[in-house]
């Protein structure tokens, strides 16, 4: 079972504790979403550089000139 570390900052006394079921299960749930929050931003960059490219050929211009363009 994973363990937390308490750190009584007055003392400076530390202690080594163990997970609850419900600890462990809420540290289990916030990776997950941290997992589908990043697979989420992951779509949503490509997306974008999907529309980014498909303005660009549009336009009829590269990347660079693109870049210079807003310089």
């Given at each position: 079972?994973?363990?937390?570390?308490?750190?009584?900052?007055?003392?400076?006394?530390?202690?080594?504790?163990e997970?609850?079921?419900?600890?462990?299960?809420?540290?289990?749930?916030?990776?997950?979403?941290?997992?589908?929050?990043?697979?989420?931003?992951?779509?949503?960059?490509?997306?974008?550089?999907?529309?980014?490219?498909?303005?660009?050929?549009?336009?009829?211009?590269?990347a660079?000139?693109?870049?210079?363009?807003?310089?």
């Amino acid at each position: 079972m994973p363990h937390k570390i308490i750190v009584d900052c007055s003392t400076g006394e530390t202690t080594e504790v163990e997970l609850t079921a419900e600890e462990v299960a809420d540290q289990v749930a916030a990776q997950k979403a941290a997992e589908a929050d990043r697979k989420a931003a992951e779509v949503v960059a490509k997306d974008r550089a999907v529309a980014k490219a498909a303005l660009l050929d549009k336009l009829g211009i590269t990347a660079e000139e693109a870049a210079l363009l807003l310089s």
